[in-house]
């Protein structure tokens, strides 16, 4: 499918649901895909990119961010915090923030380098032992503890168990941040982000139907 089809659809979804056109953003989730296909994307004019490793985000957009003005681009995957320094440098939002530790260095590196990515906090909605995340019994005392150390937290973010009806984990994810005065909410793929869009998702994370399949 192409960047505009994915496009209109998320706007046909906003129209559905009675929300504005473009109060949801669209990530183009590019891990894994070849850089001429990113490149494509960028030519399409969308500016807006998501990678899960901080490695191979290293590799790939210190050039296209030299080539195209105005990308964004948005961490994913988990953090590792022998990674902060480097992910905090190479990324405008950071979606995986999921443990006190990690809290915690952001906020010293956020002292030290005088800034710090938009974040999301992520939660584990379907309590899968295997996922990041924090449990959504937790969710409430770890955003307060995140504010706490005045980390600019705008959201949360989830991935549902894959073999799961989304509808319930969107759900769960939506009166979490309303709970907590968080506009953010970043959920919904390639194969549920019309849903996502329904719950009240404001950012969705689309790799595959953009770019076709990667690479394993
Ligand atoms: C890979 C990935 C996506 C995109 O998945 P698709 O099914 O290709 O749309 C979205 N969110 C996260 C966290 C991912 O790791």
């Not at 953003?25 to 998501?50: C, M, N, T, W, Y």
């Not at 003005?69 to 992910?87: F, I, M, S, Y």
């Not at 999301?120 to 032992?129: A, S």
């Not at 991935?159 to 909410?185: M, Q, T």
Request: charged share 25%.
């Amino acid at each position: 499918m192409s960047l505009q089809e994915i496009i209109s659809r998320v706007h046909k979804a906003e129209a559905t649901a009675g929300r504005a056109e473009g109060a949801v953003q669209l990530i183009a989730v590019s891990k894994r895909q070849p850089d001429a296909r990113v490149a494509e994307v960028l030519a399409q004019g969308h500016r807006v990119f998501g990678e899960n490793q901080v490695q191979e985000a290293a590799g790939k957009w210190p050039a296209f961010r030299a080539q195209y003005d105005g990308v964004e681009v948005h961490l994913l995957g988990p953090l590792q915090t022998n990674k902060a320094r480097q992910a905090m440098e190479l990324f405008d939002v950071i979606h995986s923030l999921d443990r006190p530790k990690l809290a915690k260095t952001l906020a010293r590196l956020r002292d030290e380098l005088g800034q710090c990515p938009k974040l999301f906090i992520q939660i584990n909605t379907g309590e899968e032992p295997q996922k990041a995340g924090v449990l959504p019994q937790d969710a409430d005392t770890f955003i307060a503890e995140c504010r706490a150390l005045e980390l600019p937290v705008i959201g949360v973010m989830c991935i549902p168990p894959v073999d799961e009806e989304p509808a319930l984990h969107f759900a769960l994810l939506a009166k979490i941040a309303a709970r907590n005065g968080l506009d953010g909410v970043s959920m919904g793929m390639s194969g549920d982000f019309e849903r996502a869009v329904a719950q009240g998702a404001t950012h969705v994370r689309v790799g595959s139907a953009i770019f076709g399949e990667r690479a394993s």
